[in-house]
């Protein structure tokens, strides 16, 4: 059964599912997720608690004993297996303790984001089934306000459309250091309607970017966003070769489709595509297909190849300034 985040803690004060399945890239909602476990499971009998990373050596035999042994007189405990990434080693070793589940164990598998083909195989499959799984995923830019919103109610403050606009600007991206300065602010104000000023001069900016939120971006039509978060990701020394690499990328897949979609229905060439997208990236590429025809792909192409030499070969300090050219070019 799938749960969202804020679903989570009500449902475990009702039941203590067989396994919890946390999976995605928000690190707050992991973070409170997994808090949220064990006090709940604490207060019903579950007293102990191992947990392993999952990497290339993880203790197979020491989870394996965990499940295999069980005495009268031992604490309900809890496992919690943490996979940076997926492998057949580890995904086959929890198809081999899944049989073993017990009313005395609570299973808590932890990692990244996972793909729909890593969604739909057999070992998530079995234990979605058997537990919950909360997709701890990171609030797209239409929902952020909303989380914004509902987490300083939460703190018992009031604030006005310009300050969730001002929040929204300079902690997209940091969940974790939006809710540091939120509890900061309700400390020092507690139980107020905030003025912008009083934000203002009372957080520290937390703004963090992705390079596929700069590509959303440029897909969704939104030079003045994408400009943004390139300044931001060239503060923070990202490195220029992997934002050509991944936007060329990008880019010659949206020719491709171009050059079919006369002959085949867009809303096919979208479905035809491998790996399966998500509804979100059908609509990004959508759009990008729309606002911009084949010329201007062929266009981006070639200006991508330039990037790419004077990234490679030259060297060139215009690098940078070739990117935005190609942002801008991509609106």
């Known amino acids: 059964m799938r ?7 009500s449902s475990l004060k009702q039941q203590i599912p067989a396994c919890i399945l946390i999976f995605g890239d928000e690190m707050l909602f992991s973070l409170e997720a997994l808090q949220q476990i064990k006090q ?32 009268l007189f031992s604490d309900k405990k809890i496992i919690i297996l943490t996979l940076t990434k997926t492998s057949k080693e580890n995904t086959a070793f ?26 739909s195989s057999v070992w998530f499959k079995k234990l979605e089934a058997l537990g919950v799984f909360v997709p701890t995923l990171t609030p797209n830019q239409q929902r952020f306000p909303a989380w914004i ?3 300083l109610k939460t703190l018992q403050l009031e604030v006005s459309h310009d300050v969730i606009e001002y929040l929204c600007l300079h ?18 104000y507690p139980q107020q309607k905030l003025t912008l000023q009083q934000v203002e001069s009372n957080i520290t900016t937390h703004c963090h970017f992705s390079l596929f939120q700069w590509v959303d971006s440029l897909l969704n039509g939104q030079q003045g966003r994408s400009l943004r978060i390139l300044k931001q990701l060239r503060n923070e020394d990202t490195e220029i070769l ?15 489709i171009s050059y079919k979609k006369n002959n085949i229905a867009l809303e096919q060439l979208l479905e035809q595509q491998q790996p399966k997208l998500w509804p979100a990236k059908k609509q990004m590429l959508r759009k990008a297909l729309t606002r911009l025809n084949t010329r201007q792909f062929e266009q981006l192409v070639h200006m ?3 990037l790419e030499i004077a990234i490679k070969v030259e060297n060139s300090p215009q690098s940078w300034l070739l990117l935005e050219r190609i942002c801008h070019a991509f609106i």
């Open 94 to 119: 929890i198809r081999e303790i899944t049989p073993l589940m017990n009313e005395d164990i609570l299973l808590v598998i932890q990692g990244p984001k996972l793909n729909n083909q890593q969604l």
């Open 304 to 306: 991508s190849a330039e």
């Open 40 to 71: 709940s499971a604490k207060q019903q009998g579950y007293l102990e608690t191992f947990q392993f990373n999952m990497d290339a050596n993880f203790a197979a035999d020491e989870i394996f004993n965990h499940f295999s042994s069980r005495s």
């Open 149 to 151: 919103s509902q987490r």
């Open 242 to 256: 992997l934002l050509s690499a991944t936007l060329s990328n990008e880019i010659q897949k949206l020719l491709k």
């Open 3 to 9: 749960i969202y985040p804020e679903q989570l803690l």
């Open 171 to 188: 902690f997209e991206g940091n969940l974790l250091g939006a809710q540091q300065e939120f509890e900061k602010l309700a400390l020092i």
